[in-house]
């Protein structure tokens, strides 16, 4: 596999591509949390405190380090299963040209691939701890 940004040399490290996703989400929240604010069952701290959570995460993400690439798929799951609730709350009561509805389908999508890369990050940082 050709080492470039998304992808570093270590065979199945994909935390680079995570990090980016990580980071790409808490910007679409950060960006779209004042004109759905009205639509969150929750208090809006909660949504930057996830920002805030995901910021930390992308920081921390390392090859090194199994238990990281274990937090992210942690966080990535927990990210989709509230992001893809609330869009299918959404399309129920409002239909799919919601903005509430978009934004968080469009994080659902990206937290679905934060799932994937991160399962084959930490399942390829198992496997290398394993044969050392």
Do not use: C
Request: glycine share 8%.
């Amino acid at each position: 596999m050709p080492n470039n940004y998304f992808f570093n040399s270590f065979n199945h490290y994909y935390g680079d591509a995570v990090r980016i996703l990580f980071l790409a989400g808490a910007l679409i929240m950060l960006i779209g949390l004042p004109a759905v604010t009205n639509y969150l069952s929750i208090p809006a701290v909660f949504s930057v405190v996830g920002m805030l959570v995901l910021v930390l995460a992308a920081g921390l993400t390392s090859p090194k380090q199994i238990w990281d690439a274990g937090i992210n798929v942690v966080i990535s799951v927990i990210a989709f299963v509230v992001f893809e609730t609330y869009a299918v709350n959404a399309y129920s009561e409002r239909g799919m040209n919601d903005k509430f509805f978009v934004a968080n389908m469009a994080l659902g999508l990206i937290f679905l691939f934060a799932i994937y890369f991160g399962v084959k990050t930490f399942r390829g940082l198992m496997l290398a701890k394993k044969n050392n």
